[in-house]
Nanobody, 124 residues
Framework: QLQLVESGGGLVQPEGSLRLSCTAS????????IGWFRQAPGKEREGVSC????????NYADSVKGRFTISRDNAKNTVYLQMNSLKPEDTAIYYC?????????????????WGQGTQVTVSS
């Protein structure tokens, strides 16, 4: 059974950092494009970043460029989202998702498999 589990969320002060992890079971992440999405209260789910299968090309939403970095560790079957210089507007539930095609997309409807999410709260 294909599963994705997010971890690493929490409460952080503005300008702080967090690293989210998306760990897969039941399949190898190297063969899937992985996306990170977020959903704030009262707002639609939006794409944050993604990394394509195999070649590992990346894509970022304009709102996080220069602050967030996506990476993968195939040995740990995990994709990371390093988030620096966090802002209150980054507060949301963060989800990872998987899709077997490439290149990766920042569109919610493109992904077949989703994790349950991890809460990130940026507040002083």
């Amino acid at each position: 059974q294909l599963q994705l589990v997010e971890s690493g969320g929490g409460l952080v002060q503005p300008e702080g950092s967090l690293r989210l992890s998306c760990t897969a079971s039941g399949f190898s992440l190297d063969w899937y494009s992985i996306g990170w999405f977020r959903q704030a209260p009262g707002k639609e789910r939006e794409g944050v970043s993604c990394i394509s299968r195999r070649l590992g090309s990346t894509n970022y939403a304009d709102s996080v460029k220069g602050r967030f970095t996506i990476s993968r560790d195939n040995a740990k079957n995990t994709v990371y989202l390093q988030m620096n210089s966090l802002k209150p507007e980054d507060t949301a539930i963060y989800y990872c998702a998987a899709e077997s095609s490439r290149p990766c997309q920042l569109r919610v409807g493109w992904y077949d498999y989703w994790g349950q999410g991890t809460q990130v709260t940026v507040s002083s």
